[in-house]
Nanobody, 131 residues
Framework: QVKLVEHGGGSVQAGGSLRLSCEAS????????????LGWFRQVPGKEREGVAAIDSYRSSYIADSVKGRFTISQDNARNPLKLQMNNLKTEDTAMYYC?????????????????????WGQGTQVTVSS
C-alpha cells in the first residue's frame, strides 16, 4: 500500500509563490524505497489531468515545459516529503494538484509522466491564482 497526503495549497496573486508537499507512506512504498517515482499532476474541470513534475528514487526529475523555470520538484530522500516549489505563479496554474506514486519505476522521461503510469493518488489540494 502507498498512502499520499498533500499539503500546502491555497490562494495567491499572480506572481506569488506557493509550496506544496506530499507525504508518502505505506508498506509497499517503504519496501521499494530505492525504486519508485513520485509525481505532481494538476487538473481543471473539463480538462485532462496533466503531469507537472516528477522525481524518482535516483533523484532524476522531469518538469513540464509549461512550468519550467518557475516550478521545482525535490525530495531529499524517501523518508522526506515530496515538495513542489511554485514561483511566479500565473492564473493558468489554477488547478487541483495531485500527488501520485508508482513503485518499481523510474520517471525521468516525459513519456512516462502521464496519469496512467501512476498507481496511487493523493486526495488533491487546490491552488488558485488570481490576477
Amino acid at each position: 500500500q502507498v498512502k499520499l497526503v498533500e499539503h500546502g495549497g491555497g490562494s495567491v496573486q499572480a506572481g506569488g509563490s506557493l509550496r506544496l508537499s506530499c507525504e508518502a507512506s505505506g508498506d509497499r512504498y517503504e519496501y521499494y524505497s530505492d525504486y519508485y517515482c513520485l509525481g505532481w499532476f494538476r487538473q481543471v474541470p473539463g480538462k485532462e489531468r496533466e503531469g507537472v513534475a516528477a522525481i524518482d528514487s535516483y533523484r532524476s526529475s522531469y518538469i513540464a515545459d509549461s512550468v519550467k523555470g518557475r516550478f521545482t520538484i525535490s525530495q531529499d530522500n524517501a523518508r522526506n516529503p515530496l515538495k513542489l516549489q511554485m514561483n511566479n505563479l500565473k492564473t493558468e496554474d489554477t488547478a487541483m494538484y495531485y500527488c501520485a506514486a508508482v513503485v518499481r519505476s523510474f520517471c525521468f522521461r516525459e513519456s512516462f509522466v502521464k496519469p496512467e503510469s501512476f498507481t496511487h493518488w493523493g486526495q488533491g489540494t487546490q491552488v488558485t491564482v488570481s490576477s
